[in-house]
């Protein structure tokens, strides 16, 4: 790792400052076997040690020990980490990569290390309940007025490649109490999400349905906001923990609290707040709670099953192969590709060519292209729905509650 080092520019004193709560004792934890260097997507693609697991780890030892400047070209390996965490599962010294990862970038904002323009823009709509409404109602007043379209021939490369992922923006569910139907079993809370909430319209209502119609009350409080996932992995963590403790008021009692979108549940799940044991993947609470789903009818089609990284490698809860092996006729296989498919939160903005490069591998390890592609998380769903238009395969992108929903007729 010293080698590594001495390739990046030496610190200045603040430096230090910045990282001063940085976990160096995990950090010390990794005993650079490079075991995770072979799930490392970035490292995959780079082949450079700054872009695997145990590179950025000694990144950040060094920018927390005041060795690295935090203007550096460190920064750029740190910022290229997707926190797909495919490297904590694998690691034999259970090094806590995320925690580590969000600290470290976390040490980098206080540096004043900001991200583009575009993340600043989306961010200023997220922040309260009353902008993301506005958002909402821009994206599909957008799109329905057509505008969205011409968004695709801007010069400007980002907001064409934004504009490339809206394709069919619905509107929310309403919130308040969505009654059980039939015989009442409880109560659930449910997670709307923010820039999610017009992208994952039909989802969240297909989460309503599916919910109602297996006897649960689905309160959706109207004070909740953005989980703040993306403010803590930009490093914003101030912004990160305001957003928490507001929607910590927002779910009070003690109803579970079920999110559509696995990046959101993990962030809320791992706030640190006692209300986090609560979150839980939508696809997990059908799961454990399945002999109360009305009888499902048979849907025809094959079905490919995308695991996103946050399900798999963080929240490890809510696989939803087995509940779709529920319904009759549809045949189900998992995708057998593993790694990150290169969304991983506003990523796929960020850093446009590394995320279809991943994107692009996945798609080439489907060897019979299925009628649907299911994933549970926003970005994932996004982002290789427009790679798949783009490459002309006609799959479509779906969550899984929507087929339960399509299967229950609701
Ligand atoms: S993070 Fe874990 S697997 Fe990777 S080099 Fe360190 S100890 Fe080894
Ligand atoms: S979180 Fe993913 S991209 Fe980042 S170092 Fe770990 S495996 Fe690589």
Known sequence: MRILKRKFPRSSPESRDSFHDFPLLDADACVKCGLCLPHCPTYALHQHEGDSPRGRIALMQGLAQGELDPRGSAVQHLDGCLVCRACEPVCPAEVPYGRLIDAGRTGLWRAGRRPSALWRLLAAFRRTPRRIAVLERLLLF????????????????????????????????????????????????????????????????????????????????????????????????????????????????????????????????????????????????????????????????????????????????????????????????????????????????EHPGEADALGTRLLASITAAPDYLVTSNTGCSIHLARLLREQGMAVKVRHPVELLAESLGV
């Open 142 to 349: 957008a799109h329905r007025s057509g505008v969205i379209g011409l968004f695709r021939h801007l010069p400007v490369p980002r907001l064409r490649r934004l504009a490339a992922h809206v394709t069919r923006p619905h509107a929310a569910p309403k919130p308040g109490r969505h009654p059980a139907k039939g015989e009442r079993r409880g109560e659930v809370m449910l997670f709307l999400g923010c820039v999610a909430r017009p992208l994952d319209g039909r989802v969240l209502h297909a989460c309503v349905n599916v919910l109602t119609a297996m006897g649960y009350d689905v309160n959706i409080p109207a004070a909740q906001g953005c989980c703040g996932a993306m403010d803590a992995h930009a490093g914003d963590r101030e912004t990160a923990q305001r957003l928490v403790t507001a929607n910590v008021a927002a779910f009070g009692g003690d109803s579970e609290i079920l999110s559509a979108a696995s990046g959101c549940a993990i962030v809320m799940r791992e706030s640190g707040d006692a209300s986090g044991a609560r979150v839980h993947d939508v696809m997990d609470f059908i799961s454990r709670h399945a002999d109360a789903l009305p009888a499902l009818r048979p849907l025809h089609g094959r079905v490919l099953v995308h695991q996103p990284c946050t399900q798999r490698n963080a929240l490890r809860e809510g696989r939803p192969t087995e509940l779709l092996r529920r319904i009759p006729d549809l045949e189900i296989a998992e995708l057998a590709w593993r790694d990150c498919c290169g969304a991983a939160g506003s990523y796929l903005f």
